[in-house]
């Protein structure tokens, strides 16, 4: 069936560090692609997201590029802020029917000053 | 704009009782969505209604009701309450489409006791 699978975490960066969250996917079919963002005691947030192969997602500073030969849509971001803090879910949806959000584990962020 | 709104943000049941989760959205969408989320294992579908008057299994229905009472409110209950049960409950209207875009509450965290 459909999944998702994403880097576990916690991932521990320092301010102005790069981030990647890896994630990788299995669909039949044609999934869109998301990225969301769960601040601490909130839901989650739409983050970007992609909806067919060699789109990029971005927004925030975030980026993640859909890669259909790899099967893969890794969030990254140049430089990362404190406020960054957040777990992050990556997700599919395929189309047909009606679409179900499927997600990953999620992956915990933590950066320090 | 409020959303979707999700009632209690918290609650304590002892084992063996009884309650509803209520989510609400002012958005006007078709699909809403139950999602459970444990240390882990990301957001799991309990159920969902693709619109108004129907309902489906997700991935974990066993031991919960929904009810679609409308076309903005999409209830969930559990019977009768289990330890297993203790987690975080997350309610979702969602856009269906090529621009699939989830919509979270806040959270209902459940403790069974």
């Known amino acids: 069936g459909d999944s998702v699978t994403q880097m576990e975490g916690p991932v521990t960066l320092s301010e102005e560090a790069f981030l990647t969250i890896n994630c990788t996917y299995t669909?039949?079919?044609?999934?869109?692609l998301f990225w969301y963002v769960q601040y601490p005691g909130e839901g989650l947030q739409l983050l970007l997201k992609a909806t067919k192969a060699d789109d990029k997602g971005s927004n925030k500073g975030f980026e993640a590029t859909y890669r259909k030969e790899t099967t893969s849509f890794h969030l990254e971001k140049g430089s990362v802020q404190v406020s960054d803090s957040a777990v992050y879910f990556c997700?599919?949806?395929?189309?047909?029917?009606?679409?179900?959000?499927?997600f990953g584990a999620g992956t915990r962020l933590a950066v320090h000053p | 704009n409020a959303g979707v709104t999700q009632t209690p943000k918290f609650q304590v049941l002892k084992t063996g009782q009884s309650m509803t989760l209520q989510c609400a959205q002012d958005m006007n969408h078709n699909s809403m969505y139950w999602y459970r989320q444990d240390p882990g294992m990301g957001l799991r579908l309990i159920y969902y209604?693709?619109?108004?008057?129907?309902?489906d299994k997700g991935e974990v229905p066993n031991g919960y009701n929904v009810s679609r009472l409308n076309k903005r409110e999409f209830s969930l209950r559990l019977e009768s309450a289990a330890p297993s049960q203790t987690s975080v409950y997350f309610c979702a209207s969602i856009v269906q489409g090529k621009n699939t875009e989830a919509f979270f509450g806040q959270g209902t965290r459940l403790t069974v006791v």
């Open positions: 997700a599919l949806s395929v189309a047909g029917g009606y679409n179900k959000l499927i």
């Open positions: 209604s693709a619109s108004e008057g129907t309902t």
């Open positions: 669909a039949t079919g044609y999934p869109s």
